[in-house]
């Protein structure tokens, strides 16, 4: 990414799931004379496909469900109240939605925090819908042997498997629902399974919440006695528990400690500006961690809390809040703004030697956005357009891991209808568990 | 709107330009057993028109031109050297690719500020669209005499016209643009316009840009010699300028007494949450107006300051800004929202007679939005959705004025691909001129 760049008439040679060639179409059709397959993407513009780098993707089940609510109130009252009732199949079901909603925006890779089920998961919704993502199982200081199961099943089950599509994350919950010990814990797990079933090249991530609200440091101190007197993120330092493979969602309340100490420990961010101001938490100090050489990514969040999927948003909104907010109109420039939708989110998985980029070598994960559009016309500059204008429903084609995996709007790997009907009868079903439970409990 | 709800299984009657019958289908197809053209909505949730409240139509043709500029640069070497070479055809272009842009995403009505000419004009655009709108020529103290004949045959030629589609505006730019005496004389102007050509049905309003960054009170000062010391719109009532049919773009910075002013005169507002970000004019205080009771209705700005023309994403804007700023999450609430996006949009623009709400008596302004959509799945809440989920493309048919302007994604009152080829040769015939110019100039 040292030369990006947009080249125009241009043509990508693929080969099985990597990219061979990348060039003018005048000199890439005189080298390439045999019969390839071939995609037209004239009046188009072919990007990296789009890296999701925080999601829940099961919880698109409840988009919708409970909005404009105080955070406890909407966790405790109306969230946590149906998650309870979620099976293994239903968790499944929302996965394979939020899949498809990823695909059909043109995003190719996403990093969910879930809780995992040995028969039926977020991994199988993704390997079925051939998107590329990091399953991670959630944990908790409340479930740790149920948690320690579950991390050895998914990642071996999983880790690398479907064709490469799927890595394996160990995710602690976050800093006040994790206890210290727990979380050294977790990173003692994260290193054995590495050496298990990782590798230096496929290695297994840790992905949290991190100083999401203000009083997280005070959230900590309830729930297990210490003081994280100089920040959320330094108090994870003092732990040991931060290294280069840690990706950290929201960061919104950081202090200039916490920032140094992700610098030193090479740990990577997922800006979530939609679900962030969506629940009020605040607005991420982007342009300072960027500032100091931090990277930074982005993510949706779950779609019960922004409420969609949709990357072509939350680049448009990372380019704007932070020019409003600081009064700064030369922040966050789209060119930026791509980059960290694609490159930076790479780097946040520890996947970047095989995606994030149009480079030969890598793999084919490629989304084809339709510029015949009104609002994307007149044509001054593609990656303002991108940033600025296009949405999620211009993606016409995407290829993922070489395969094309939605054509002109069509999903080849899944039927859109019945996955529609299905998660409509898992929603009735599940406000039919919660009525009956309500009933029973009066 | 006292009684706003969502009608299940309903249906609308039709005649004409006018709603005649709102209720369920159940009861609607006994009442009109005869043969009716019907629509079909299955799947589908109908809504008012959207309303987008402050709009430079023609502006389309910069959109993308130029980005992350410095407010001062980016009008100076960027904006104002292009826009002084359009021609009068390339208004009528550019406008009408904001009508397409619009009624492809539900927005009917379009209050939009420009330089008028008789010959072709935003307003013989939208006329041609089918798209409904208030069309006002921009007024500054440089060009009084121009302004005067522009604002006559404006209003003469177009108030009301257009099988009622089109009414006009008398656009004073802002407070530091147009003098104290002149911003008085066109108060007299449009009492005078109105008498000839207007009505307390249709009146003609303004629409002018006040308090959008908060230097403005600095520019009034140098620009005319005159200290607004309690707040812009306290400077404007001083003059006597203010009534209930005048349209303020931005409010971004305001004082109480400004607030005070615009309750007192019923001034209303037009926020552009999209537009205050980019160009990090800051943002509105929304939460406070909505507090004192003032109207508050929702705009784009302009597609080179946004740069969409999406009243979805303007939407999904207003519901999360405020909570995020204010850190409070039950501010801005969908359905209030929504109603921000119609019926209030309806009142800044003195037309709730006729528009802004789906009522027996009112105008068939109209859009039809498919819901069989992966991301608008599970259904809990239509309003949710609307606001949290649903894009401009998920727009399916639109009514103006009881005519079908679009249906199944298709206009049927223009051919969209010539119109993009058109302003893409108007782009190429700009940036030409511009070249020939700078050329010249060296």
């Given at each position: 990414m040292q030369n990006r760049k947009?080249?125009?008439?241009?043509?990508?040679?693929?080969?099985?799931?990597?990219?061979?060639?990348?060039?003018?179409?005048?000199?890439?059709k005189r080298k390439y004379r045999t019969c390839y397959e071939k995609i037209d993407a004239k009046g188009g513009v072919v990007i990296p496909g789009l890296i999701n780098t925080h999601q829940h993707a099961a919880m698109s089940?409840?988009?919708?469900?409970?909005?404009?609510?105080?955070?406890?109130?909407?966790?405790?009252?109306?969230?946590?109240?149906?998650?309870?009732?979620?099976?293994?199949q239903?968790?499944?079901?929302?996965?394979?939605?939020?899949?498809?909603e990823s695909i059909m925006g043109g995003t190719t890779t996403v990093n969910t925090m879930y809780h995992y089920t040995p028969e039926k998961n977020e991994a199988k919704a993704f390997a079925d819908a051939g998107l590329r993502g990091v399953i991670g199982h959630v944990c908790f200081s409340w479930r740790k042997k149920e948690d320690m199961r579950a991390l050895e099943d998914l990642t071996k089950s999983w880790h690398n498997k479907a064709d490469g599509l799927i890595?394996?994350?160990?995710?602690?919950?976050?800093?006040?629902?994790?206890?210290?010990?727990?979380?050294?814990?977790?990173?003692?797990?994260?290193?054995?399974?590495?050496?298990?079933?990782?590798?230096?090249?496929?290695?297994?991530?840790?992905?949290?919440?991190?100083?999401?609200?203000?009083d997280e440091p005070e959230k900590i101190r309830r729930a297990f006695n210490v003081q994280p007197e100089n920040g959320v993120m330094e108090y994870l330092d003092s732990l040991g528990v931060?290294?280069?493979?840690?990706?950290?969602?929201?960061?919104?309340?950081l202090t200039d400690k916490d920032m140094t100490a992700m610098k030193r420990r090479l740990v990577k961010v997922s800006h979530n500006p939609i679900s962030n101001l969506k629940l009020a938490s605040g607005i991420s100090p982007v342009p300072e961690m960027l500032g100091k050489g931090i990277t930074v990514s982005l993510g949706t969040d779950s779609p019960c809390s922004n409420n969609a999927a949709?990357?072509?948003?939350?680049m448009k909104t990372t380019?704007?809040?932070?020019?409003?907010?600081?009064?700064?109109?030369?922040?966050?420039?789209?060119?930026?703004?791509?980059?960290?939708?694609?490159?930076?989110?790479?780097?946040?998985?520890?996947?970047?030697?095989?995606?994030?980029?149009?480079?030969?070598?890598?793999?084919?994960?490629?989304?084809?956005?339709?510029?015949?559009?009104?609002?994307?016309?007149?044509?001054?500059?593609?990656?303002?357009?991108?940033?600025?204008a296009a949405n999620a429903s211009?993606?016409?084609?995407?290829?993922?891991?070489?395969?094309?995996?939605?054509?002109?709007?069509?999903?080849?790997?899944?039927?859109?209808?019945?996955?529609?009907?299905?998660?409509?009868?898992?929603?009735?079903?599940?406000?039919?568990?919660?009525?009956?439970?309500?009933?029973?409990?009066?």
């Open positions: 947009v080249i125009h008439q241009g043509a990508i040679a693929i080969e099985d799931k990597t990219i061979t060639d990348v060039g003018k179409t005048r000199e890439l089940l409840l988009r919708g469900y409970a909005d404009d609510l105080p955070l406890q109130e909407w966790l405790e009252k109306w969230i946590w109240p149906v998650e309870k009732h979620m099976t293994a239903d968790i499944y079901t929302g996965a394979l939605l939020t899949a498809i890595h394996t994350g160990v995710d602690p919950h976050s800093p006040y629902t994790v206890d210290p010990e727990y979380m050294q814990e977790l990173k003692e797990v994260r290193k054995e399974l590495n050496q298990k079933y990782g590798s230096e090249e496929t290695p297994i991530i840790a992905h949290i919440h991190v100083a999401e609200t203000v931060l290294d280069q493979h840690v990706v950290a969602a929201h960061c919104v309340a949709d990357m072509f948003e939350v380019a704007i809040i932070h020019k409003g907010v600081n009064k700064n109109p030369v922040l966050l420039p789209a060119e930026e703004v791509l980059e960290m939708a694609t490159i930076r989110g790479a780097e946040a998985l520890s996947w970047e030697n095989e995606i994030g980029s149009i480079e030969v070598g890598k793999k084919a994960d490629l989304a084809i956005i339709n510029f015949r559009k009104p609002h994307l016309c007149p044509l001054y500059s593609e990656v303002s357009h991108l940033v600025y211009d993606v016409e084609t995407v290829l993922i891991n070489g395969k094309i995996v939605m054509e002109n709007r069509r999903l080849t790997t899944l039927n859109v209808e019945k996955t529609i009907e299905k998660v409509e009868k898992t929603k009735n079903s599940l406000l039919n568990k919660l009525k009956q439970n309500n009933s029973k409990s009066q």
